[in-house]
């Protein structure tokens, strides 16, 4: 078995959460869809192909590095220069930071996605084509590992300037993961699975996700002086 690690980290990010006609939602954490048409696209997949299908047996597993914030954008969009532009709510999420772990006991298709996505054929984004990746992606290949165990050992990956702001020592992270990988935790079902991307008929399959959480050393963590007065100190 192996395990591919993926940093997802932009200015935006935005991720499925019923996201159609004019109010466009998002998920607080990357949809197994969305990662799986990031990966399709590395791949040279076309949106009318079924080669998607097989991505949906890897094993997914997201933590919340970083959660961001949410921001509400509103949008107006011109089909014709003669009938007025339709209003649209985007909701986004802000400098935000994911670490996705895919796995599978596929050795040579796990090989095949991690070339593909230092070396992609169309462009990448997540969530949506105006959510590029801010850089270059940082990507990991740890063998012998199942999702959740490389998720639960791998170091913090917030910003610094994030782990700097935030005020405890300890970072208690979600994880996301399909129901599978944490039986022992509750499970619900999501519309989630790939169906298809086809434009004429795309659709989203239920599949079981379950939540987790690990609590992650704050290495950039500084111990704040006590500044009260205390009049008493100096007798």
């Known amino acids: 078995m192996k395990t591919l690690v993926i940093r997802l980290a932009a200015p935006l990010q935005s991720y499925g959460d019923p996201a159609s006609f004019e109010k466009r939602t998002t998920f607080r954490a990357p949809s197994k869809s969305a990662i799986i048409g990031m990966i399709g696209a590395a791949l040279g997949f076309r949106r009318e192909s079924d080669d998607y299908k097989c991505l949906n047996d890897l094993d997914f597993a997201v933590r919340v590095d970083q959660p961001g914030e949410v921001l509400s954008d509103f949008q107006i969009t011109h089909y ?3 009938k007025p532009g339709k209003l649209s709510h985007r909701i986004y999420l802000q400098d935000a930071v994911f670490m996705v772990a895919l796995s599978s006991k596929q050795d040579a298709l796990m090989e ?3 070339y593909a996505l230092r070396h992609p054929k169309f462009q990448l984004y997540f969530g949506r084509r105006s959510n590029p990746p801010a850089g270059i992606l940082k990507i990991k290949m740890c063998p012998d590992k199942t999702a959740i165990n490389v998720l639960k050992e791998l170091p913090w990956q917030a910003s610094v300037w994030f782990q700097r702001k935030y005020k405890k020592d300890v970072f208690n992270a979600r994880i996301y993961a399909d129901a599978k990988l944490v039986p022992d935790k509750p499970n619900r079902l999501i519309k989630d699975g790939v169906g298809s991307f086809n434009q004429k008929s795309r659709y989203y399959e239920y599949r079981s996700v379950a939540e987790d959480n690990v609590f992650l050393e704050n290495s950039n ?13 100096s007798i």
Do not use: G, M
């Open 80 to 82: 014709s220069l003669k």
């Open 112 to 114: 095949e996605i991690e």
């Open 221 to 233: 963590y500084v111990q704040r002086k006590n500044t009260d007065h205390d009049i008493w100190a």
